[in-house]
């Protein structure tokens, strides 16, 4: 059973207006989350975190929000740009420091 | 700056045959990962190393196998490759101390 899951494998957006990518977790005791992003032919980067006595954190055009009670986290773009279109993982990081990845959501942004 | 550096890029490969992945960090890393990546599953963690010398089976680990002769080298061995092994590897090492990852550019591998 997938402890992490990003439900929507796929979203389209058009460009400037906001993208959210959503992912849930089952295992109440992972401690950080991550999104990283991956480009075709390339390897995963990472994109921005959060811990999880926290809520919030933003970077630039980009925003993750955690909600601990619902073990729901969500990647916020806004404005969305062509250049963001990628493949976007939700990562979440257990005591033991191992990441357990989403499967991840292709997002398409449209001129 | 090379940063992880993975061998082949691609390679198709005859179902039996044996394998081996390799990846390189400059980086200075202790701890080292190999992931695959599959369709709608994400990248899923095959083996680890936490430090030269040591290793430790991951969530998909039947297959595979890895050493860690020293801090910069990690290859992945498939001793007898099957379809099913057909996938993107990724090699990673990470920083301890913020647990970020980072990642290869990927090996494509075809069995046959």
């Known amino acids: 059973d997938q402890q992490v899951k990003q439900n929507s494998p796929s979203l389209s957006v058009q460009e400037g207006r906001i993208s959210i990518l959503n992912c849930d977790y089952t295992n109440s005791m992972f401690d950080y989350f991550l999104w990283y992003k991956k480009y075709p032919a390339e390897g995963p980067t990472f994109l921005i975190s959060?811990?999880?006595?926290?809520d919030k954190n933003e970077d630039g055009r980009f925003t993750v929000f955690l909600n601990k009670s619902a073990k729901h986290l969500s990647l916020h773009i806004v404005p969305s740009q062509p250049g963001d279109s990628a493949v976007y993982f939700c990562a979440a990081r257990n005591a033991g420091n191992m990441l357990t990845f989403g499967g991840g959501t292709r997002l398409m942004v449209k001129p | 700056i090379a940063g992880i550096t993975q061998a082949p890029t691609s390679q198709i490969l005859a179902a039996g045959r044996r394998m081996t992945l390799r990846c390189t960090q400059d980086m200075r890393h202790n701890a080292m990962y190999w992931y695959r990546q599959d369709l709608g599953l994400g990248l899923r963690l095959i083996h680890y190393?936490?430090?030269?010398?040591?290793?430790g089976k991951g969530e998909v680990p039947d297959g595979y196998s890895v050493s860690r002769a020293n801090t910069d080298d990690f290859p992945l061995t498939l001793a007898s490759a099957v379809p099913s092994q057909t996938s993107v590897y990724f090699c990673?090492?990470?920083?301890?101390?913020?647990?970020?990852?980072?990642f290869g550019e990927g090996s494509r591998l075809t069995v046959l």
């Open positions: 959060i811990s999880s006595i926290k």
């Open positions: 990673a090492s990470s920083d301890r101390t913020t647990g970020e990852l980072f």
């Open positions: 190393s936490n430090t030269a010398g040591t290793t």
